[in-house]
């Protein structure tokens, strides 16, 4: 018998070339065990190593009668007996029959490949190199490896062909591919293209997070943009290289230079009219005081600056600002002191007439309330956020505040009311140059809020494609990350549970003792109990309400404590 077995891309079998049916794959543990055998050196593994896979935390009586069942099922929906083969303890794959695996077949043409460094046979190995490892799997532990490992030799090869384009495909923020690129095009006269591609580039890089082109591609951007044409320069351009220096600056340790290089470019794009330009360059403004320990100081003089004597962008200014204000409500300090500081805000923003002044401090204490528990006011503080940052036509603010509207809502248990913020922040969201800090963190609340276990499974996977897209906010993706973890567990999915807690606590680790490092420990929590570890489930739930109780977050220390007594 031929045995056909796709891995890249996508899970599919095939018998003397006819498809196994999906259906037949319907016993996830049966699909399972076939596909780690597929990756598994000579396709052999012992049965206590797919034990300790599968069910780590089960008893050997336990997890050698589940083996059995997943042997039982792989055999079934493979229709012959003799394609799962169990002997001395040894499960083997097909051993009698002819075996053809994709990724076996790739990596053998990338080895010829590299060795030669031949166009032909680097664009020939690359064309066999279908997609990622097992991608319908992203948080299966031991797909990992081998996954990273041959997307490691695809990338290998398709810059040994010099296959800039693919290389781009796989990896949008790869410098080197698109200075190749840039230099093609300006070898070739097109500065047009040279342009696409950095601006391309930079938005991979997402210059509001603080990560922007290295030096080299600036150069040749600059370089670009002094080449003679008949279509001038435009200084959205020029201002576009300004902010990438002033990023370089940032992340060399140059803050005084990044500081001034913001606010000139701050100033050039004012000049120009430049919305979008004015909110980069102040969140390149308010990341070098972030990283000195004072945007707190530089956010207050800031905003009584703006909202009393430029009106004109004070809305693109806070936005700006916006992330790093969230950052700071999720501080190991807790919420309190920047609430204190939002309502003195708010007295000079009424003072001074301020719409946009008067949305951002109505949006802070909306969410500090909400924290607090006092949901009324919360509600109140942020409908009326929400109205003024509709007045004046700011979007990523609005957003938030539906945010966290949505969130109240789950506290009262109105999923129906919460699906329908949810999908209207989304819309907005999607037009927002924030987006990429918006959009993961409604991802986040679309888990929770959703009402089937089918349109949690699909959410979840529309949030892990946003997340291996590379384009979005780490800690905005917190959100995500916790409710995905939890929904996961008490799905009983416990093998994609861990790997995910375990990116999340890394990410978490930005805050170093936030509310997001007491989450962590409440979806351990979770994670514990649908393993059945009663012990562990209840010292983590402890951990986690004993932390939100010292932030002052009473809903969420309530509801771990609660969690604890369904398990006493």
Same mark, same amino acid.
């Given at each position: ?5 796709? /891995? ?38 012992? *049965? ?8 780590? +935390? ?9 083996? *059995? ?14 394609? =799962? ?33 031949? =166009? ?26 081998? *996954? ?19 290389? =781009? ?12 690129? %840039? ?11 040279? =342009? ?5 580039? &930079? ?32 200084? &959205? ?33 004012? $000049? ?9 360059? &102040? ?24 909202? @009393? ?9 806070? +936005? ?38 008067? $949305? ?11 924290? &607090? $528990? ?25 957003? /938030?505040?539906?945010?966290?509207? !949505? ?19 989304? !819309? ?22 959703? #009402? ?30 916790? #409710? ?25 680790? %930005? ?13 351990? $929590?979770?994670? *514990? @109990? ?15 309400? !004993? ?16 969690? %604890?007594?369904?398990? +006493?």
């Amino acid at each position: 018998m031929r045995v056909r077995i796709q /891995l890249l891309g996508g899970f599919s079998v095939s018998l003397d070339d006819q498809i196994v049916p999906v259906a037949a794959w319907r016993r996830d543990r049966g699909a399972a065990l076939v596909k780690l055998l597929a990756v598994a050196r000579s396709h052999r593994i012992h *049965r206590e190593q797919v034990m300790e896979a599968f069910w780590p +935390d089960l008893d050997p009586e336990a997890a050698g009668a589940n083996l *059995r069942k997943a042997v039982h099922f792989a055999r079934r929906a493979l229709g012959a007996h003799d394609l =799962i083969e169990q002997a001395a303890e040894i499960i083997a794959l097909a051993p009698a029959a002819d075996l053809e695996i994709d990724v076996e077949t790739f990596e053998a043409a990338a080895r010829l490949a590299l060795h030669s460094k031949e =166009i032909a046979a680097c664009e020939a190995a690359a064309d066999l190199y279908t997609g990622d490892l097992l991608p319908d799997d992203p948080y299966v532990d031991w797909f990992e490896t081998p *996954r990273q490992a041959l997307r490691q030799r695809y990338a290998e090869v398709l810059r040994a062909g010099k296959l800039w384009q693919r290389l =781009i495909a796989l990896d949008p923020a790869d410098e080197q591919a698109q200075c190749a690129l %840039m230099q093609s095009a300006l070898d070739a006269g097109n500065r047009a293209e040279a =342009i696409r591609l950095f601006n391309q580039l &930079s938005e991979s890089l997402r210059i509001d997070l603080g990560v922007g082109p290295g030096a080299q591609t600036v150069k040749l951007y600059e370089k670009a943009l002094a080449v003679p044409s008949i279509d001038p320069v435009g200084l &959205s351009d020029r201002i576009r290289a300004s902010l990438a220096w002033g990023l370089l600056h940032l992340q060399s340790g140059d803050f005084a230079k990044a500081g001034q290089v913001g606010r000139e470019t701050r100033e050039l794009a004012m $000049g120009a009219g430049l919305a979008r330009e004015v909110g980069e360059a &102040s969140a390149l403004i308010g990341l070098v005081a972030h990283m000195q320990g004072q945007w707190r100081e530089l956010f207050r003089a800031e905003f009584i600056e703006w909202v @009393r004597s430029k009106p004109a962008f004070v809305s693109n200014v806070f +936005d700006g600002h916006l992330c790093l204000a969230e950052f700071c409500l999720c501080s190991a300090k807790g919420h309190h002191d920047i609430a204190a500081s939002a309502r003195e805000l708010l007295s000079v923003a009424e003072g001074a007439g301020s719409v946009a002044g008067r $949305g951002l401090a109505s949006l802070v204490l909306g969410e500090a309330a909400l924290f &607090s $528990g006092q949901l009324a006011e919360a509600e109140r503080m942020l409908t009326e956020a929400e109205r003024l940052y509709a007045q004046v036509g700011t979007v990523a603010g609005r957003v /938030l505040a539906l945010q966290r509207l !949505t969130e109240l809502a789950l506290a009262r248990h109105q999923k129906w009311q919460a699906g329908r913020l949810i999908h209207r922040a989304t !819309t907005l969201a999607r037009s927002s140059w924030l987006a990429p800090h918006l959009l993961i963190s409604l991802k986040g609340l679309e888990v929770r809020a959703a #009402a089937t276990s089918e349109r949690i499974a699909e959410t979840i996977r529309e949030g892990d494609r946003m997340l291996s897209s590379g384009c979005n906010c780490q800690p905005c993706s917190m959100t995500f990350r916790t #409710a995905a973890a939890v929904a996961l567990a008490e799905a009983g999915e416990i093998e994609q549970v861990n790997r995910r807690l375990d990116e999340a606590e890394r990410v978490a680790g %930005m805050w170093n003792g936030g509310p997001w490092v007491a989450a962590v420990w409440e979806a351990r $929590g979770v994670q *514990r @109990r649908a393993e059945r570890n009663e012990t562990r489930a209840i010292a983590a739930f402890e951990e986690a309400a !004993t932390r939100f109780a010292a932030l002052g977050r009473p809903i969420d220390e309530v509801r771990c404590r609660a969690r %604890m007594a369904d398990l +006493d």
